[in-house]
């Protein structure tokens, strides 16, 4: 079937250490990647997104891995800070599915000061 | 603002009312996509459009729900007969066609059933 798998469901670090939240897919084919941010009563936001031509990303403090072969890939925010916490979506395109987006189920990130 | 707009932002109806809703999508975005979101959950897919073709509806989405984007601008969702477990927020999102098109999320709108 087609889903998207998100861990953790809940990830509480220290401001100023690194988070990290990986996601599964189930489409061989999905080709984008994108992630979002939800604060609360907020609508979703893109914070970065890949492409399945390359392996890595960067912005500033984020960063977004791709794994192909073993069709995972993670967020990663290095020196975390107290406005980094939200909740983090995962999301996938489905390529048999016309490119159509759908999301894990998400990973509320705690900022400890 | 020209970004995704919902209305209304708000709906309370009573159980078996019918209810429906509107999406505005950014004016050059071909795509157009209806998620629901309840609290602690991701955005689950209901249905999309290219234009204004109907791509898919959610298998998990029941006959009582129905989307329609008659010129390939707005589109509307409504939801027949409502049931309490319909009380959700509705995300509308639109995108342009092709690999690696964002989406863009509007603001929701919150749908209670008493």
């Known amino acids: 079937g087609e889903n998207v798998e998100q861990h953790p469901s809940t990830l509480s670090v220290q401001e100023g250490d690194s988070a990290v939240i990986k996601c599964t897919y189930s489409?061989?084919?999905?080709?984008?990647f994108p992630w979002y941010k939800q604060e609360l009563g907020k609508r979703p936001q893109l914070i970065i997104d890949?492409?399945?031509?390359?392996g890595e990303k960067k912005d500033q403090r984020i960063a977004v891995t791709l794994n192909k072969t073993a069709k995972h890939f993670s967020l990663h925010i290095t020196e975390t800070q107290p406005e980094d916490s939200a909740v983090y979506f995962c999301?996938?395109?489905?390529?048999?599915?016309?490119?159509?987006?759908?999301f894990g189920k998400g990973t509320r990130l705690h900022i400890l000061p | 603002d020209t970004g995704v707009s919902q209305d209304p932002r708000h709906k309370i109806t009573k159980r078996g009312q019918n209810v429906t809703f509107r999406c505005d999508p950014i004016s050059e975005h071909n795509r157009l996509y209806w998620y629901r979101q309840t609290l602690g959950q991701g955005p689950e897919f209901l249905t999309y459009f290219q234009n204004e073709a109907q791509l898919e509806k959610s298998r998990l989405l029941s006959d009582r729900f129905s989307a329609e984007r008659p010129k390939g601008s707005f589109s509307t969702l409504e939801i027949q007969r409502t049931e309490q477990g319909d009380s959700a927020m509705y995300l509308c999102?639109?995108?342009?066609?092709?690999?690696?098109?964002?989406?863009?999320f509007g603001n929701g709108t919150r749908l209670t059933v008493t």
């Open positions: 999102a639109s995108s342009q066609t092709g690999i690696g098109s964002p989406l863009h």
């Open positions: 489409d061989s084919a999905s080709n984008y």
């Open positions: 890949i492409r399945s031509n390359v």
């Open positions: 999301a996938a395109s489905i390529r048999r599915r016309d490119d159509k987006i759908i």
